[in-house]
């Protein structure tokens, strides 16, 4: 396997990968949106023994209006092709993309997805926290994980994504 940041040459591949794991062309177009109008981001792919781009990961910035300065990104999307599925890709690129952020002086990082998956990459419930998500999902799905030691100490209100996030 190896893992490196995503080059121009690895777009349509890329957005064929989310197509494919998400059933439909929603977060390929987000991807789009976020590299074209998102800034800082963090996009990274992993390829397979046969140097095929399998994966696929993104970090965009996140910000809580009443918070000026706190650098917060979230992850998503995060998608590995279906037959790739399930042999470790996935965890790989969670771990190097957060490493990644913690060397660009991200503070932390959030993610609203599977609460039996991130917890082993260090996310907790986002309840420990002040902090809630602008969408309408369950609060054990929004999860947050301080790549600085209580970087969220102190810190209240609700996670504004970038507005590509909204034409999901
Ligand atoms: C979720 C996803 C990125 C994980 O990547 P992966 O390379 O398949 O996963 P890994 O091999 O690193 O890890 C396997 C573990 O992930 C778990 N997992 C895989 N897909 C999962 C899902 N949709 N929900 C919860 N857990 C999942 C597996 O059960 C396995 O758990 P175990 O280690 O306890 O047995 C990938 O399966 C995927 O692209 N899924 C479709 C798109 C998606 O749901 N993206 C994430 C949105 S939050």
């Keep these: 396997m190896k893992l490196r940041m995503e080059i121009e040459t690895d777009f349509n ?4 990968i989310h ?3 998400f059933n439909g062309p929603g ?4 991807v789009d949106e976020l590299r074209n109008s998102a800034s800082p981001i963090i996009s990274m792919v992993a390829e397979n023994e046969k140097g095929e781009v ?3 990961i993104m970090f965009s910035p996140v910000t ?5 300065g706190a650098m917060l990104m979230g992850l998503a999307p995060v998608a590995i092709t279906p037959n790739e599925q399930d042999k470790g890709y996935g965890s790989a690129l969670i771990r190097r993309g957060l490493e990644e952020c913690g060397k660009q002086g991200i503070s932390a990082v959030v993610v ?7 917890p082993r990459f260090g996310f907790s ?3 420990d926290f002040n902090i ?3 969408y309408d999902a369950p609060a054990e799905n929004f999860m947050v994980l301080e790549l600085k030691e209580n970087a969220l100490r102190g810190i209240t209100g609700q996670v504004k994504y970038h507005s590509a996030f909204g034409e999901l």
């Design 13 to 16: 591949l890329v957005g064929n």
């Design 19 to 21: 197509e494919l794991a």
């Design 27 to 30: 977060e390929a177009k987000l």
């Design 54 to 56: 399998v994966g696929h």
């Design 64 to 68: 809580i209006p009443s918070q000026q």
């Design 112 to 118: 609203l997805g599977h609460a039996g998956y991130y």
């Design 125 to 127: 419930k986002s309840t």
């Design 132 to 134: 809630t998500c602008e």
